[in-house]
């Protein structure tokens, strides 16, 4: 059972980092379409305008209550953020919410505030949250069954689509734990996010490989290490099962390839907003899994400290 404070900390701190990452995979999706499936373009910008309000309720609520370590991990923004968000608005036509930005960047924490007004606000927040994941859940799936049933063409890789979903999912059960009291950071929970986070960074890497042109090399060689390596670290949990000492060694290594990972993306991201690098990667997606692997390593720090 977690504390109330504990159920507002961790209820802000999940839904500032993923009410970002489901607009942004909406917008990837609502610039993947054909032009003939203007209904599915729409559908993807209702989910990315629902996102960005829960993000706004989101930051109004979390200003001066959240974890600093949250705002300090970059997992909310990072120095690359608002570049990207611009010139991938540039890019694509698309207005984005550059203002939700401004605000993340100026953000506080820790005023641990736990009243009951609070607690109910957040609670509606929680369901809010909740209703739209399972919007998404379901306008992610159905894309890809007719992609996968080839009645759909869209320009992202299926395996993308079913990242997209997966991370929707992971994160509906989130906030269902979260609204059970339930502690995540315990043993198995931390397992739970460790075997999920290893292998939505192998399929980064992958992604990353696929969408660079294919005269960058040397990118692509990396992007594969990468790929192999998380993927490895994946077996290696799976086969682990109880085995302590065997568990203790795997988070470390997961450490050690999760901060070159962000240093990667980092790389990458600086590269593509410098035109430096070539590639079909929108600057915001290479912001997006920047702060995805921030956020597994605030995880991931933190499980050591257990
Ligand atoms: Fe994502
Ligand atoms: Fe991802």
Same mark, same amino acid.
């Given at each position: 059972?977690?504390?109330?404070?504990?159920?507002?900390?961790?209820?802000?701190?999940?839904?500032?980092?993923?009410?970002?990452?489901?607009?942004?995979?909406?917008?990837?999706?609502?610039?993947?379409?054909?032009?003939?499936?203007?209904?599915?373009i729409?559908?993807?910008?209702?989910?990315?305008?629902?996102?960005?309000?829960?993000?706004?309720?989101?930051?109004?609520?979390?200003?001066?209550?959240?974890?600093?370590? @949250?705002? $300090?991990?970059? &997992?909310?923004?990072?120095?690359f #953020?608002? %570049?990207? =968000?611009?010139?991938?608005? +540039?890019?694509?036509?698309i207005?984005?919410?550059t203002?939700?930005?401004?605000?993340?960047?100026?953000?506080?924490?820790?005023?641990?505030?736990?009243?009951?007004?609070?607690?109910?606000?957040?609670?509606?927040?929680?369901?809010?949250?909740?209703?739209?994941?399972?919007?998404?859940?379901?306008?992610?799936?159905?894309?890809?069954?007719?992609?996968?049933?080839?009645?759909?063409?869209?320009?992202?890789y299926?395996?993308?689509?079913?990242?997209?979903?997966?991370?929707?999912?992971?994160?509906?059960?989130? @906030?269902? $734990?979260?609204? &059970?009291?339930?502690?995540?950071y #315990?043993? %198995?929970g =931390?397992?739970?996010?460790? +075997?999920?986070?290893?292998?939505i960074?192998?399929?980064?890497?992958?992604?990353?490989?696929?969408?660079?042109?294919?005269?960058?090399?040397?990118?692509?060689?990396?992007?594969?290490?990468?790929?192999?390596?998380?993927?490895?670290?994946?077996?290696?949990?799976?086969?682990?099962a109880?085995?302590?000492?065997?568990?203790?060694?795997i988070?470390?290594?997961?450490?050690?390839?999760?901060?070159?990972?962000?240093?990667?993306?980092?790389?990458?991201?600086?590269?593509?907003?410098?035109?430096?690098?070539?590639?079909?990667?929108?600057?915001?997606?290479?912001d997006?899994?920047?702060?995805?692997?921030?956020?597994?390593?605030?995880?991931?720090?933190?499980?050591?400290?257990?």
């Amino acid at each position: 059972m977690i504390t109330d404070s504990e159920y507002i900390k961790r209820s802000l701190a999940l839904h500032l980092f993923f009410a970002r990452i489901m607009k942004e995979h909406s917008l990837f999706l609502e610039t993947g379409f054909s032009r003939r499936d203007f209904n599915l373009i729409n559908q993807a910008d209702y989910h990315r305008r629902s996102f960005d309000a829960l993000l706004a309720d989101t930051i109004a609520l979390a200003d001066g209550v959240v974890c600093e370590e @949250v705002l $300090k991990s970059g &997992e909310v923004t990072t120095p690359f #953020t608002l %570049k990207a =968000e611009t010139v991938t608005s +540039y890019y694509t036509g698309i207005p984005i919410a550059t203002e939700l930005t401004g605000k993340e960047a100026s953000m506080t924490g820790d005023g641990g505030k736990s009243d009951r007004a609070l607690i109910r606000q957040i609670r509606d927040l929680n369901n809010q949250a909740s209703e739209l994941i399972r919007s998404i859940i379901q306008f992610k799936s159905g894309i890809l069954s007719n992609v996968r049933f080839c009645s759909l063409f869209t320009t992202n890789y299926p395996l993308m689509i079913g990242h997209l979903l997966e991370e929707a999912k992971f994160y509906l059960s989130a @906030v269902q $734990k979260l609204e &059970e009291k339930e502690d995540i950071y #315990t043993r %198995k929970g =931390e397992l739970d996010q460790e +075997y999920f986070w290893n292998d939505i960074l192998a399929e980064h890497a992958k992604f990353i490989r696929g969408m660079l042109d294919p005269t960058e090399i040397e990118l692509m060689i990396k992007a594969n290490d990468f790929a192999n390596e998380f993927d490895e670290l994946t077996d290696q949990l799976k086969q682990a099962a109880d085995k302590m000492s065997s568990l203790r060694k795997i988070t470390s290594d997961s450490l050690i390839a999760a901060n070159q990972m962000r240093d990667f993306n980092i790389s990458g991201t600086q590269g593509i907003l410098d035109c430096k690098i070539k590639s079909i990667i929108m600057p915001l997606l290479s912001d997006h899994v920047l702060r995805e692997a921030n956020h597994y390593l605030r995880l991931l720090n933190r499980f050591q400290k257990n």
